[in-house]
């Protein structure tokens, strides 16, 4: 049996704590850890100065034997076991996180790694001297690092983080990343999209309104999004890109240039290959601030060669990999309906956008000059930490960015089968209501919670998201229980429901993720047909409840007849209630609301007299056995 309603929802709840938070940006190729001191966001370097922690792990033997985080290696010192222990040493994992097997297959990237299905889970594991490792646990590793080197600069531990995720991830991708934080001890406040970390880094959110383009071209990944500031949210007009194309490509097509001229063989070893693949990526760096890079590289045969590559060659080298990016850029514009002429500011994330030729190329097609003032590599973690900040309750509420807000009301399944809104469309996430109910029949110990999701009056034309029951309930008069029922939307979208009966603490929760598989064009429509069916909803909503509110007089009479009926009443009037009972059950199974309510008065007012009785008996019953005083002393 549903609920039945009685009372308003309460305030909102989950108050934030004041305390030391940062923002972790967990990069395909580097990660990063920032926080907000005096005020100001700043990255943090480990002992040699490093901010940049490479996302690679090195595996070795002594990672079993002991039980130690400090027998793996992480970031720097793990990049030189990438040439002599391959197998070992898990770059890029960021692209495995989330995937199937099959999906990893379809990467189209030569990974060394000996891969392990794992039965039941879908996850696949990486095979290491250390034993089987999932790409979760690889990214807990480096995040574990940062943690570390966040506390210990801040001198305390972390309360939460804010996790920067592409805008393209999916929801097995975000779910992953958000086990690797938990895997590594870490509290996650929210999964931030990368582009408006980037934005939030440069103060965008400041400003009144605006139309901006995100540029993010990283090791392995090429994210465009156009972002929309409005009333100070940011939505996520558009976004488009590629998973597989980044710096690392960059790197590829240079060896690959690099082989032809040295004439290296395609079936170079496999060490041979990455340190090209090292000395690539040197020259490219070195390009980006000078005008020619020189080429050293030992061959197999024990020769040395040495070459250059200048400007020009690496421009014909690299063009059609930037000219890649340009057409998912026209792609977002034409998905949000723009032209560039509407996009007010244009901002440069990622590693590879330090190239002069990418800023060139992006300011050519968007017509104005990108913003470069903080280092593409560091802004996503930067925007993370400020998001962190505020977000750990260490800012005033109304600097609160307004970034996520549920699209679609949220609900339960109420007597008559009308739904009662508990968190309504709009209100922005995080966010935790709660509502009381109670039981609608004597005895019922047992209550189905149906959660909905939608704009209309009617259960049956929302979606309905998950059902639960509550068992346990002990067995009391109807409307004497009372149980709240909680909603708690974290800041990732996901919702959890809770209900508590009071008295004896029976416990039920479910956890639903409401967005999933809801398409805009889902949301538009739901929301349309509310608007169009409101005046029938209400009606509808008027005639269920005075159906409810008359079951909920029937059962109460019937009850009492049955207990005392032939008893206290006299055979008349035992016959006037019946035939009244009659009429209302006549006529609640009709559509007229006036009726109903009539019959209900009519009801009420000819068992008024068999109440009172009912009361003096119940009364009496209740004074037996007591000394008068017990009843008139105060207390
Ligand atoms: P991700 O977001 O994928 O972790 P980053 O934003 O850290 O990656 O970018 C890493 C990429 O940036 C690498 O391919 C690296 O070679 C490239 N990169 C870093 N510095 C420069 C530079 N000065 N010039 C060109 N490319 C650079
Ligand atoms: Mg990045």
Sequence with gaps: MPLLQISEPGKSAAPHQHNLAAGIDLGTTNSLVASIRSGIAETFPDIEGHHLLPSIVHYSEMAITKVRDDEIIVGNAAKSFANQDPLNTIASVKRLLGRGLKDIKTLGTRLPYEFVENEGQGMPMIRTVAGLKSPVQVSADILKVLKKRAEKTLGGELTGVVITVPAYFDDAQRQATKDAATLADLNVLRLL???????????????????????????????????????????????????????????????????QQAHIANDAEHHQIRELLDVARTAKETLSTQNTAPLNIKLDNGIQWQGELTHSQFHELIDPLIQKTISPCRRALRDARLTVADINEVVMVGGTTRMPRVREKVGDFFQRPPHIDIDPDKVVAIGAAIQADILAGNKPDDDMLLLDVIPLSLGIETMGGLVEKIIPRN?????????????????????????????????????????????????????????????????????????????????????????????????????????????????????????????????????????????????????????????????????????????????????????????????????????????????
Aim: charged share 25%; glycine share 6%.
């Design 193 to 259: 999209n990368e582009p408006t970390a980037a934005a939030v880094a440069y103060g965008l959110d400041k400003g009144a309104s605006g139309i901006h383009a995100i540029y993010d071209l990283g090791g392995g990944t090429f994210d465009i999004s156009i972002l929309r500031l409005h009333h100070g949210v940011f939505e996520v007009m558009a976004t488009a890109g590629d998973s597989a194309l980044g710096g690392d490509d960059i790197d590829r097509v240079i060896a690959q240039w690099i082989m």
């Design 427 to 635: 209100t922005t996430i995080p966010v935790a209501k709660t509502q009381e109910f109670t039981t609608f029949k004597d005895g019922q110990t047992a209550m189905a919670i149906h959660v909905v999701q939608g704009e209309r009056e009617i259960v049956l034309d929302c979606r309905s998201l998950a059902r639960f029951e509550l068992r346990g309930i002990p067995p009391m008069v109807a409307a004497s229980a009372r149980i709240r029922v909680t909603f708690q939307v974290d800041a990732d979208g996901l919702l959890s429901v809770s209900a508590t009966e009071e008295t004896t603490g029976v416990h039920s929760e479910i956890t639903v993720k409401p967005s999933y598989g809801l398409q805009d064009t889902d949301i538009e429509r739901m929301l349309r047909d509310s608007l169009e069916h409101v005046q029938k909803d209400v009606a509808t909503r008027t005639l269920r409840e005075q159906q409810v509110e008359a079951d909920r007089v029937i059962n109460a009479l019937r009850a009492a007849l049955k207990a005392d009926g032939h008893h206290l009443l006299k055979h008349h009037e035992f016959l006037e209630i019946s035939a009244a009972l009659d009429e209302l059950l006549r006529v609640k199974e009709g559509n007229h609301v006036q009726a109903i309510k009539r019959a209900i008065e009519h009801l009420d007012e000819i068992t008024q007299s068999y109440a009172q009785r009912r009361m003096d008996t119940a009364i009496h019953h209740a004074m037996t056995g007591h000394r008068i005083d017990e009843f008139t002393q105060e207390n």
